[in-house]
């Protein structure tokens, strides 16, 4: 008799959230962009040894983890900023600030448009297929990797701590009237 299948988990975005506290949430964010670092880092390994040695378990071993996590939590770190960053950033009303939201927005649609170029020869090396351009691979990768580490480092020198304060103040804010 065949065991029953866990229940379907809802949604992502209709499932409860905990609510967090300004340094959980800039522990986790940071925590995102380390873990982002580690993983461009995997990318440049792959595409080297695909250079190196061509399509071997290896290569597939580490197509797997960059398709896992540039499939799943790096797409989603720029969810929760879009969630839990942005928002207070424009509620500020600091036109400087502003923009420098529209472009890390700008940014991600960027991220996420690489993203999907370079996706399918990633997932061809970790299914083990040579359905995959070395070239397009070397030749992306740069700038995939440029655009990330600019975006994150405008994020941690400006946009993360104009946040920290807009949140540290409503939180000061809160204290006093309690």
């Known amino acids: 008799m065949p065991a029953n299948p866990l229940p379907q988990r809802p949604p992502r975005d209709q ?3 905990r609510p967090q506290r300004a340094d959980d949430t800039f522990a986790s964010l940071d925590h995102a962009h380390r873990a982002a670092l ?3 880092a995997v990318f440049k390994r792959l595409v080297a ?3 190196d040695q061509g399509l071997d378990v290896q290569a597939e071993a580490l197509a797997a983890q960059v398709l896992a996590y540039f499939d799943g939590p790096g797409r989603h770190h720029h969810d929760d900023e879009e969630r839990l960053v942005f928002p207070e950033i424009v509620s500020l009303g600091d036109g400087e600030l502003e923009a420098y939201v529209r472009r890390l927005r700008q940014d991600h649609h ?3 448009q690489d993203w999907r170029e370079l996706a399918p ?3 061809a090396v970790a299914e083990g297929y040579n359905g995959y351009e070395l070239a397009l691979l070397q030749a992306a990768l740069p700038v995939f990797e440029a655009l990330y580490v600019d975006h994150m480092a405008l994020e941690e020198t400006v946009v993360y701590p104009a946040a920290r304060r807009v949140k540290a ?3 000061q804010r809160r204290a006093t009237v309690a």
Do not use: C
């Open 169 to 171: 103040e409503a939180a």
């Open 49 to 51: 040894h695909l250079d």
């Open 15 to 17: 499932r409860p959230r």
């Open 121 to 123: 020869h990633v997932k």
């Open 110 to 112: 960027w991220i996420e």
């Open 38 to 40: 580690d993983m461009l």
